[in-house]
T-cell receptor, first 110, second 115 residues
């Protein structure tokens, strides 16, 4: 699996959009970008995934650059409950072994 | 998504003892995975437990220390053997997602403290 790089932490104001970057410069053409988050003392929760097109669901949007070397997870209106560690993972579609890096600790402030 | 019941949710154990963690899923799944999360760290995959075959361990984890059972498609156990304080971690069971999006679904884990 390709290595991903994320900033260790970021703050966000409640109600504002949170933009979480992820670099995956060695990603292969058939590796997807998956995002999970882990709220304190809970198991990781799936957020979204994509291959090369931008994706949106009820939780977030995923913007993948045209060269696929980086992506951004967007939480459109951050709430205090979005405070968590966010993990960006590159993974083949038929692979289920998630490798979690250090992630980005997002703190949403009132 | 699958509902995972993991027991115990937390335990405090003495050095040298063993603890068996149970993972029960409300639907049949082929793939189950056991992860460890040491204090302040990210998750590390311990092993893959597919029904009908021996568990496959990741580098740094051995069967003698972390024996795993997978008797059917809805249940698995992980034993942490001969525990030391370094085994204090959260242990998480995860299963393949039942939808087309969710790669893995995680339970809430077992918080283990070893004195």
């Amino acid at each position: 699996d390709a290595k991903t790089t994320q900033p260790p932490s970021m703050d966000c104001a409640e109600g504002r959009a949170a933009n979480l970057p992820c670099n995956h410069s060695t990603i292969s053409g058939n590796e997807y970008v998956y995002w999970y988050r882990q709220i304190h003392s809970q198991g990781p929760q799936y957020i979204i995934h994509g291959l090369k097109n931008n994706e949106t669901n009820e939780m977030a949007s995923l913007i993948i650059t045209e060269d696929r070397k980086s992506s951004t997870l967007i939480l459109p209106h951050a709430t205090l409950r979005d405070t968590a560690v966010y993990y960006c993972i590159a993974l083949l579609f038929n692979d289920y072994k998630l490798s979690f890096g250090a992630g980005t600790t997002v703190t949403v402030r009132a | 998504s699958a509902v995972i019941s993991q027991k115990p949710s937390r335990d405090i154990c003495q050095r040298g003892t063993s603890l068996t963690i149970q993972c029960q899923v409300d639907s049949q799944v082929t793939m189950m995975f056991w992860y460890r999360q040491q204090p302040g760290q990210s998750l590390t995959l311990i092993a893959t437990a597919n029904q009908g075959s021996e568990a496959t361990y990741e580098s740094g984890f051995v069967i003698d220390k972390f024996p795993i059972s997978r008797p059917n498609l809805t249940f698995s156990t992980l034993t942490v053997s001969n525990m030391s304080p370094e085994d204090s971690s959260i242990y998480l069971c995860s299963v393949e997602g039942t939808g087309s999006n969710e790669k893995l679904f995680f339970g809430s884990g077992t918080q283990l403290s070893v004195l």
